[in-house]
């Protein structure tokens, strides 16, 4: 298959500009339609885009289409969590015991934007705004689009359509709509939504908070969390009940309640937030949802990608980073030298759904992890067992953690299982007392192996295997 055909791309966010520049690199026409304006020319308006926590797999697509340089620039190094409890004290709870190990923190738009120019920098690549896609037809390989400047409305073709047009898919939308094939969709919401707020920087542009660290904090069955943005401030979320507990987004309607619901709970975080009242009230509450779906194509002609496919919620920090390694998939198959589209298609959704439906399942995992386990003393005495592990046998010990994050060679299917059964074999030994902080950390490994390749064993046995 030659690569001067024409690809369609729906959706200029971070995973289609990203695929974008990258198929522009290996010479295909690539048209990208996006129903937005050009965020590098208006204000997005604030409240709806958490922000990202890059990490060592979205790392390896900047690698790829050569960016290292330019997004480092963008990036602030967080290093472990700062648990805030509710007394004001501080602790915080690194995310490896290798130091080269870290989170970074990065601004969504700064990045799109990046993604963008380098995109634009290739005659084979043009990107349009303000373009929203209406329908595909994927039996003909032509969209349907509305331009919402002139209000006309157009069909454009290609050799193959790629929808990465997010959670609210058109191009998914059709695909169920048909009816011509069999597809399965599932979205599932949390009882919790998010309401984006602010930490505004010093005067000076100085932190309030300490910098290089991801803020959280955890109250049981809600929670809010922090990340350090280049200007100096933080961006804060909310994440809490619609209608459950005493305190939930449906019940903090009035001032006065929001300001004694801050009170009670985040006292430190209130007395850096003048602004939290028109925060508060000035920006929208979103759920948070997971989607799976299958297939990701049709005849070869058409494609899921990113969200579009396999929308996550954000606790593991691994949405932009898993559509990011969508790109890299891709790619290798593309690398394959396949003889069409609908091999390729198959044969990238084949050997990534595996891989997306764990993170996943990760993500909800996570979830409970940072709003209540992150405060449980037990949790907290395996994390400061692991860390010790790291440090001592840096190429003998991985957490779950640093699987899914920072192993960027491992699927992350394969981290999830592995992860869950060395968890689950440290917190069984911990709470049996067979092992102990203070015990010889080699021969704790030892055990903690043993233990692990136990569980593991039983899983397979019950068909839950790692490839």
Known sequence: MNNKQNVLIIGAGL???LLALRLGQRGFNVSVYEKRPDLRKVEISAGRSINLAFSDRGYKAIKLVGLEKQVKQLCIPMHGRMIHDAHGNTFQSNYSGRPHEFINSISRGDLNALLLNEAEKH???SIYFDQACQSVDFEKTTALFKDYKSQDVFVE??????GTDGAGSVLRKSYYLAKKFLFSFSQNYLTHGYKELCILSKENGDFRLHKNALHIWPRGSFMLIALPNLDGSFTVTLFLSYDEGQYNFNNLTK??????FFKNEFPDALALMPNLLDDFFKNPTAPLGTIKCAPWHYKGNTLLMGDAAHAIVPFYGQGMNASFEDVIEFDKVLDMKLKNWEEICKTY?????KDTDAIADLAIDNFHEM???VANPIFQEKRKLEMALEKA???AYVSKYSMVTFNEDMGYREAMLKGRAQDKAILNLLHSGRIQLQDDLKRTLEIINQETQAILADNEIAGFKST
């Open 15 to 17: 995973c289609g500009s």
């Open 123 to 125: 005659e084979n690549v």
């Open 157 to 162: 073709d290609a050799d193959i359509i790629i």
């Open 255 to 260: 001032e006065a309640v929001v300001l004694e």
């Open 349 to 353: 959704a084949r050997g990534r759904k």
């Open 371 to 373: 709003k209540d386990h």
């Open 393 to 395: 046998f840096p190429n």
